[in-house]
């Protein structure tokens, strides 16, 4: 069937539609994910691929043995949290998880075994690098990770699908990157230290990035807000109206009616003044 005829298929099948329930239909034919089959490109067949290439070497919950610190502070969440990285386990992989038994969404709040009420989740894998590379124009895509083992998994899928032309990722403090931080036109943050440094080290984190982060007119994204972030760090003094001014986000855009909102409400852009 070609295109007219599909259209007109389309249109007469909406023609003998209940008048009472085109409305529905419309709305669902507009949020929809059952027609992401026909609209998949290979950048999103692509990401899948890395996906499923990281999650073969990691454990479910994405923490290797030596974020010590942050599984401490997992463990020590006033809810029980299962880590789970949303790049690596998207809500239909998480639902088969369940139906094998091996997740739980729920847990009992007298005793914490998983039964009753809804189970956070945390997520701190960045796909930025990837999704940089696939969807963006950006001529060059520069992360730093601290942790050895995860620049190592970075690396082979850099290699494997053959970013390393535009995407180099330094093992490296982000404290030591002063130029880096200084020249960048887009920077990312995505719960950075929260989960794997201690607060005096958050702060001086913190004191570095604003010291170095000062092109006029480059780009913050940051999860959680910067205020959320700086909350309770009683070492960093920032008057952030003086560095940054926060750029609304029109989240109506994304409309699939499976989108987390409420994760998409924690992402904030800001613009270095």
Known sequence: MDFGSARRAVLQLLGTTAPADVPALLHWMRTTRDFDEFTQDNNDVMLKNIADDLRSCLPPEAVLCSEQLALQKLRQQPEPTVHVDAFLYDEDFIDSLCEEGKMSRNYCTACGSH???????HSSLQSCYFSGYLYSSAAQLCGVELNGEFCQLQEMIIKKYEFGDRIKVL???VCTQGPLLQSADVIVM???????LTEAEQASAWDYIIHNVRKQGSLLVTVPSLQESLLGL???DVQLSCWVEEIPLNLDVCQQSETDREALEQI????VL
């Open 115 to 121: 039964q009753t009420a809804p189970l956070g989740r």
């Open 171 to 173: 093992h490296a403090d």
């Open 190 to 196: 995505n719960n950075v230290f929260e989960y794997f």
């Open 234 to 236: 009683k070492k960093t």
């Open 268 to 271: 904030h852009l800001y613009r």
